[in-house]
């Protein structure tokens, strides 16, 4: 698979935030596999673990664009702002597939995924219908990586 050639991913190379690996389709499907399990669990769970099923919807997003990193041959760095990291990749190298108002939605997911494992009283905060809404979210941005993937391997 190629990747868009951007001043982005450029930076993100010369700066460390992303390495460059060996591509890894059995890993890419691994993870898509992943994220879809990940996004049927929130649902699920919404109700009864609201701050696991953010985490879940959270996951799901994540894993699936480093799906794509991975049959790409990237990775992002670890650490702290890594999750940033692999959002700003989407929005780099998935612009075509995946709606910006769901990028923008994953990066509110992004902050109440950290609400839902640091904040207090995240429980509360979190309602059922709002994580089913981020599930949605979920939903579509694992099947566009998906259908991305798809149609270049």
């Known amino acids: ?3 868009r050639d951007s001043s982005w991913l450029r930076e993100a190379l010369a700066t460390r935030d992303i390495e460059q690996v ?4 059995a890993a890419a499907g691994e993870r898509i596999n992943d994220a879809r399990r990940h996004v049927r669990s929130a649902r699920r769970l919404a109700d009864d673990d609201r701050t696991l099923a953010m985490s879940a919807c959270h996951d799901a997003i994540r894993k699936s664009i480093t799906a794509h990193m991975a049959f790409a041959g990237f990775r992002a760095r670890g650490g702290e702002g890594a999750h940033r990291i692999v959002l700003a990749y989407a929005r780099d190298q998935l612009a075509d597939a995946i709606a910006p108002a769901d990028l923008d939605e994953a990066d509110d997911i992004r902050r109440d995924r950290g609400l ?4 207090d009283f995240a429980s509360r905060q979190l309602t059922p219908s709002h994580i089913q809404t981020a599930a949605d979210v979920a939903e579509r941005i694992v099947n566009a990586v998906a259908s991305a993937l798809a149609s270049r391997g």
């Not at 060996?22 to 389709?25: L, R, T, Y």
């Not at 839902?116 to 904040?119: I, M, R, S, T, V």
């Open 1 to 3: 698979m190629s990747t």
């Open 22 to 25: 060996k591509p890894n389709m």
């Open 116 to 119: 839902a494992e640091y904040g």
